[in-house]
């Protein structure tokens, strides 16, 4: 039940497809762009320490970026279901909300990684629900709750099913799909190819996603369920 429903949300997101595909692409080009200057720098002779952060700085950017506007358009379409509003509507009180809690578990997770790895990858994972939480909780709205302490909470009781999306789609998954993948990732020799790889890389990393988001909201359903059977 948990897979059907987050690859109906995945097909229920229609012509907000169009505008993902294209991040797909513009962020898999550039990061291509990104890494062929720093690999360059690296082997240089005389290495610019100045340019090697510009471009590691850039590379970050694009990793946070255009993550976060895929991650938009998806949690838009469902909030837009769960709110009976128009399909493609986009609010932005909410998107705006969306990147300053992004930056905000970014940098408190960077912060744990440069300190210990073990905690920044503790963190990384609990705060994956924190654009769930941004778009879907209606205490989160009326500004009761902390995105980020709501994520980790939220991780903690279902600390089990979250380790698993995170363990198949972004651990096992990768590395099985490398193998035969990673051939055709360069835009130089197999440019189409290389469109086709990102788009697919793309799809099965948002429907991972869905996946969170299906889980919080399956989650979040049943205390709803009981207080309503509850009621006399």
């Known amino acids: 039940m948990l897979f059907k429903n987050a690859f109906k949300k ?11 595909v294209l991040f797909f692409w513009i962020s898999s080009i550039f990061e291509h762009f ?9 082997n240089s002779a005389d290495p610019s320490t100045f340019s090697l952060i510009g471009f ?15 991650t938009l358009l998806a949690l838009s379409q469902i909030r837009n279901l769960k709110q009976g509003a128009p399909k493609y509507q986009i609010e932005g009180g909410p998107s705006e909300q969306l990147f300053i809690e992004t930056l905000r578990s970014w940098g408190k997770t960077t912060w744990w990684f ?9 963190k990384f994972i609990a705060y994956a629900y924190v654009p769930v939480v941004v778009f879907l ?3 989160y709205d009326k500004g009761n709750v902390d995105a980020l302490q709501a994520s980790e909470r939220h991780f903690r009781r279902h600390w089990l099913s979250t380790c698993f999306v995170f363990l198949v789609f972004y651990f096992v998954f990768p590395i099985m799909l490398s193998s035969v993948l990673d051939n055709y990732k360069d835009f130089n020799d197999t440019p189409v190819l290389a469109l086709l790889v990102s788009i697919f890389n793309g799809v ?6 869905l996946l969170l988001a299906e889980i919080y909201i399956q989650t979040q359903a049943k205390p709803l369920e009981n207080m309503a059977g509850n009621t006399p």
């Open 10 to 20: 995945l097909i229920q997101l229609k012509l907000f497809l169009i505008p993902i």
């Open 137 to 139: 909780d209606p205490e």
């Open 56 to 70: 590691a700085s850039l590379h970050l950017v694009n990793g946070i970026i255009f993550p976060t506007l895929i």
């Open 34 to 42: 990104l890494v062929k200057k720093i690999e360059a720098i690296i």
């Open 114 to 122: 440069l300190a210990l790895v073990l905690p920044g990858l503790y």
């Open 204 to 209: 099965v990393s948002l429907f991972a996603f």
